[in-house]
């Protein structure tokens, strides 16, 4: 087995290999002065089952094509089998036409990292369970909900907690918390006018005397998950806190969750701490690298990943 790391989230891919005990693969990648990209793999890899670790997170086309240039060295270095690991899948919310003339761009990075060479594909809470169909190479779709859950669970007092998907898409997911936390369920009703702006409409579902939890695979903006805590403390919450999956966290994200009535958000390194991460006092980071380094571990020996959420 060969790690290899794109330079979108090194640290994760260091405590992967850590947890696995393999020394991550030499290789050098740098750009050209006009910024195109080149990789050069320092190791013999041939007939090597290697996993590329690269999320395609901001800037998120500088590392999709880092990740394509790499799985291409790896291809045209004799590679056995050649597995992207993209703990952040980007481009998955344009999963579908929302409009006339417009994209699925999804697809057309999935149809991207197959013609590069990739011969599986490893991720993790894809925002739509249906990408995993954009792909004619076997998919894992891992979920982060058991790392959330022990998390969450040492920091809630039983029979006082609602777990709250703050859309109706995330019902699912909202729900198998609850069901791990023996919590009731509620919902978020809201209107979304434009990409990136929701208005919170009503509640579905008690949230008066209740310790609140959002469950979430995105956080961008933050604008839904700041709305939904407002909402929440409105109808009489004592407290409202937010696990999310992908911390993407653009622009004034962390300054809007610190002044939202949000006790803390939580989310995964999935993508890399920003300095705004590191120095909150309300984000902070859990760590899925051993979910990851398992399923490596398991691919890499022909094992059972499914088995890893019985």
Known sequence: MKILSGNSNRPLAEAISAYLQVPLTKAAIRRFSDMEIF???????????????????????????????????????????????????????????????????????????????????????????????????????????????????????????????????????????????????????????????SEVMHIIGDAKGKDCVLIDDIVDSAGTLCNAAVALMDAGANSVQAYVTHGVLSGGAVARVSASPMSSLVVTDSIMATEAVRVSDTVRQVSIAPLLAEAIHRISEERSVSSLFD
């Not at 409009?99 to 809470?125: F, H, W, Y």
């Not at 998390?151 to 909202?174: H, I, K």
């Open 39 to 197: 990789v050069e793999i320092q190791e013999n890899v041939r007939g090597e089952d290697v996993f590329v670790i690269q999320s395609t997170n901001y800037p998120c086309n500088d590392n999709l094509m880092e990740l394509l240039i790499m799985i291409d060295a790896l291809r045209r270095a004799s590679a056995r089998r050649i597995t992207a690991v993209i703990p952040y899948f980007g481009y998955a919310r344009q999963d579908r036409k929302t409009g006339p003339r417009t994209p699925i761009s999804a697809k057309l990075v999935a149809n991207l990292i197959e013609t590069a060479g990739a011969n599986r594909v490893l991720t993790i809470d894809l925002h739509a369970g249906q990408i995993q169909g954009f792909f004619d190479v076997p998919t894992d779709n891992l979920f982060a909900l058991p790392v959330l859950h022990t998390d969450l669970s040492g920091n809630l007092e039983n029979g006082n907690t609602v777990v709250v998907s703050p859309d109706v898409g995330g019902v699912v997911r909202a729900r198998a918390l609850a069901k791990r936390l023996d919590a009731e369920l509620a919902i978020i009703d809201k209107r979304r006018e434009r990409a990136g702006v």
